[in-house]
């Protein structure tokens, strides 16, 4: 793919435009697909991105629209960037106007709710076989804000075939943005979701005002227990210990930038869940993930205290001081039984 060609990024939230800005600042020409009209009018007249990413002037290199059939058609490669629980509807829309052999990059964070799908299992469902597309899943410890700002960030991009890895590699490669390549496709999107849950157990643990003790010991029992349903999903237990997993994990349970750490951070504070939401325009994934977790973790038989409490909290309306108690009064175990993914 030479620079003369377009990309496609559908969503133009934060993380969506900060994607659509390294891509036009790299030259290449940018079609932006926005789902609110008046965000669109915005961006075209002000170039600022002022509901998901203040602050910023947007390159002149993206074109925003709010067409989505004239925005995928007649790309090679496009960048999926909506939340996940619109993911599926979105993607639906786009099929029939996706060109033979285009590459998705799919830069959403999530596990859907009705169907326990990872996104990239979302397009498996969706593409007929004919249209020979290739997903590609980005993940990895970014947030938007940050690389609008360059600051230097390090991401993975995992496919099924390297090569495909290695040529999104190359084009999203800048000297502040860092990619690597890996063939665990779903290793890392499950790390890249799961983290988001217990970046909501890190929150609401700051928020209770415990203290750095209890935030390192969830950050490593949480990943933990994303290893356990990651390998019994069919993942490597190595991509955990990877940027989309400890990495992505460690930057959401301990930056202030993280929406979901936020949300535990207000959850811990006594807040309600449904009034945090109500002043949240931005997504935070983890909210919905945990409930998928939940499922996921009992059609899997794997064993996920850390996650199960938070959805008990946020769906269940349980005390998280109770939650934090339940965990530490626990069956007494060994720390780690091999091989590495075993209960
Ligand atoms: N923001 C980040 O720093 C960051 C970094 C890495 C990954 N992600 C992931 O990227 C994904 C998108 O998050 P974001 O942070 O860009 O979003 P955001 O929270 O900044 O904005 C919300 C987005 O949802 C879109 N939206 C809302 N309702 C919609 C609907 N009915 N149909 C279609 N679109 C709708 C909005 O237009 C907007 O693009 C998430 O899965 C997130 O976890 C975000
Ligand atoms: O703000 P959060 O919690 O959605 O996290 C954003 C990204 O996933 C960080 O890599």
């Not at 590699?169 to 999107?189: L, N």
Request: glycine share 10%.
């Amino acid at each position: 793919m030479d620079g003369s060609q377009r990309i496609a990024v559908i969503g133009a939230g934060s993380w969506g435009t900060a994607l659509a800005q390294l891509l036009a600042e790299k030259g290449y020409g940018v079609d932006l697909w926005v789902y609110e009209p008046e965000l669109c009018e915005t961006i075209r007249r002000t170039r600022e991105n002022d509901y998901y990413l203040k602050g910023f002037r947007l390159s002149d290199n993206i074109a925003p629209s709010t067409d989505l059939a004239g925005t995928v058609r007649d790309h090679s490669m496009l960048v999926m960037v909506v939340p996940s629980h619109v993911y599926r509807s979105v993607a639906s829309l786009m099929v029939p106007h996706l060109e033979k052999g285009c590459i998705l990059v799919s830069a959403t964070k999530g596990i859907e709710n009705d169907t326990l799908l990872t996104m990239s299992g979302i397009w498996e469902e969706l593409l007929p076989p004919f249209l020979e597309a290739h997903v590609v899943t980005l993940a990895g410890p970014s947030f938007a804000r940050e690389v609008m700002q360059k600051t230097p960030t390090a991401v993975t991009v995992a496919a099924d075939s390297l090569s495909t890895a290695e040529k999104v590699q190359r084009i999203f490669h800048t000297p502040t943005f860092r990619v690597y390549t890996s063939r665990d496709k779903v290793g890392v999107e499950l790390a890249g979701a799961l983290k988001n849950v217990i970046a909501l157990a890190a929150g609401a643990c700051d928020g209770l005002g415990y203290g750095h003790n209890t935030r390192a010991a969830l950050i490593t029992r949480g990943l933990a227990e994303i290893t356990r349903l990651g390998v019994k999903m069919g993942a490597h237990p190595m991509t955990f210990a990877g940027l989309s997993g400890i990495g992505d994990l460690l930057l959401t349970c301990t930056g202030d930038l993280s929406r979901n750490r936020t949300v535990g951070y207000r959850l811990g504070r006594g807040e309600k869940l449904a009034d945090i939401l109500a002043d949240m325009r931005m997504v935070a994934e983890g909210v919905k993930t945990s409930k998928s977790v939940y499922h996921l973790a009992r059609k899997m038989d794997v064993e996920m205290p850390i996650s199960e409490q938070i959805y008990k909290v946020l769906y269940e309306g349980k005390d998280p001081r109770q939650a934090v108690r339940d965990l530490m009064e626990r069956d007494l175990k060994s720390e780690m039984e091999f091989p590495l993914g075993a209960q």
